[in-house]
């Protein structure tokens, strides 16, 4: 598997413009995550779904932030309008979600993480 | 509400040094805790999971200790190489909830 797949790894964009961010997790995974990392706040979760429902947005600062899911292997974080206190680095991981433990597969809830998108907006 | 410490802040060893990193969390009611490692400019790479029941795992030269009534783990790393240099951070999960709280994280530095 290629791994959790994000794009694009860069974005440079103008406040007020709109941003999305895009991730497909890993094949038959079946949560999704969003974190943003910044310097003075570390690694923080944004939001993250379950069968492609969205479970906890809490940590979705404003308005100006929304995220779905259409579909088990593709997600969005959409920024509108973006401002400057945004720039930072948004991963998505995703894990699987299961009760059992089999033996040769993945802990459950172990999540695995994106390479990343470094937003910056001037 | 959970928090997260790791200390050191930053470690800087010789090569093949054995070292220990440290995670300290507020709230013992966890379901697992992870170790991952990240380095420059990249995501993160999970070292190891280590459910609430079980006190230790092991991969290779890294080994994960957990004491979960005092709030604790531990990620061992035998004979340091250069190449595990990187920052390595903690996090936890609660009972019923996927959500990950990270520590802030350890920047080791092992030099040849």
């Known amino acids: 598997d290629a791994g959790v797949i994000q794009s694009p790894r860069h974005e440079v964009t103008e406040m007020g413009q709109e941003v999305t961010l895009r991730c497909k997790p890993i094949?038959?995974?079946?949560?999704l995550f969003w974190y943003r990392q910044t310097m003075m706040r570390g690694l923080e979760l944004l939001i993250y779904?379950?069968?492609?429902?969205?479970?906890?947005d809490s940590g979705m600062p404003e308005d100006r932030f929304s995220a779905k899911m259409p579909n088990a292997s593709f997600s969005t974080l959409k920024i509108q309008p973006s401002e400057p206190r945004d720039s930072a680095v948004y991963f998505c991981a995703s894990s699987l979600r299961t009760a059992l433990r089999d033996r040769g597969r993945p802990s459950p809830y172990e999540q695995y993480f994106g390479p990343g998108t470094r937003l910056t907006v001037t | 509400k959970q928090e997260v410490t790791q200390i050191p802040a930053a470690l800087s060893v010789p090569e093949g040094e054995n070292l220990v990193l440290n995670c300290s969390f507020t709230d013992s009611a966890i379901y697992n805790l992870q170790w991952f490692r990240q380095d420059p400019g990249k995501g993160l790479t999970s070292l190891l999971l280590?459910?609430?029941?079980?006190r230790e795992q092991t991969s290779g030269r890294l080994n994960a200790s957990l004491d979960k009534s005092s709030g604790r783990s531990t990620l061992y790393i035998a004979a340091s190489q250069p190449g595990d240099s990187a920052t390595y951070l903690c996090?936890?999960?609660?009972?019923?909830?996927?959500?990950?709280?990270f520590g802030t994280g350890t920047r080791l530095l092992v030099s040849p």
């Open positions: 094949s038959g995974h079946n949560s």
């Open positions: 996090a936890v999960s609660h009972t019923g909830f996927q959500k990950l709280v």
């Open positions: 779904f379950n069968n492609n429902v969205p479970i906890d």
């Open positions: 280590i459910q609430s029941s079980q």
